[in-house]
């Protein structure tokens, strides 16, 4: 006779975490893990490192969303910080993730958060250049995974 695992228990014993997304105007579905995430086994990564590739997930699912006039750009918790137009993303071992962008101003920002207090809001900018191609973080970032 097996035992049966308490509800929410069997993703903690899988060797691949699962990814499922429900919107209220797209059906629900699992996403695949891409293959770049998997090289290396879960325990084996650190807070910051696993933080680091599932914000980039999160982020090229959002830029899909977008049109040609937006750009991706994040909202800071706890009042009236401001928004970060989203032009890179780093980590440092163990626990330390980075955000690195400009202001509406165009102001040089850079916002280095402990991977415990780790609250991003994602939001949209006009792009900054009427003629220009908006800029997608997220699939240059999920292409550098996947060249590790």
Do not use: C
């Amino acid at each position: 006779m097996t035992k049966k695992k308490p509800p929410g228990k069997e993703a903690e014993n899988d060797e691949s975490p699962r990814v499922r997304v429900t919107l209220a105007d797209v059906e629900s579905e699992g996403i695949p893990m891409p293959p770049a995430l998997q090289k290396k086994p879960l325990q084996q990564k650190s807070p910051a490192e696993w933080a680091y590739e599932r914000l980039i997930l999160y982020i090229q699912n959002f830029e899909e969303q977008l049109d040609n006039e937006h750009e991706v750009a994040m909202g800071f918790a706890g009042g009236e910080v401001g928004v970060m137009r989203i032009e890179g993303i780093g980590y440092f071992d163990p626990d330390i993730v980075t955000f690195y962008g400009t202001d509406p101003t165009g102001s040089k920002t850079q916002l280095i958060q402990h991977v415990t207090q780790l609250n991003v809001m994602l939001r949209t900018l006009p792009k900054q250049l009427a003629n220009a191609e908006p800029k997608r973080i997220g699939f240059r970032l999920a292409a550098d995974l996947n060249n590790d």
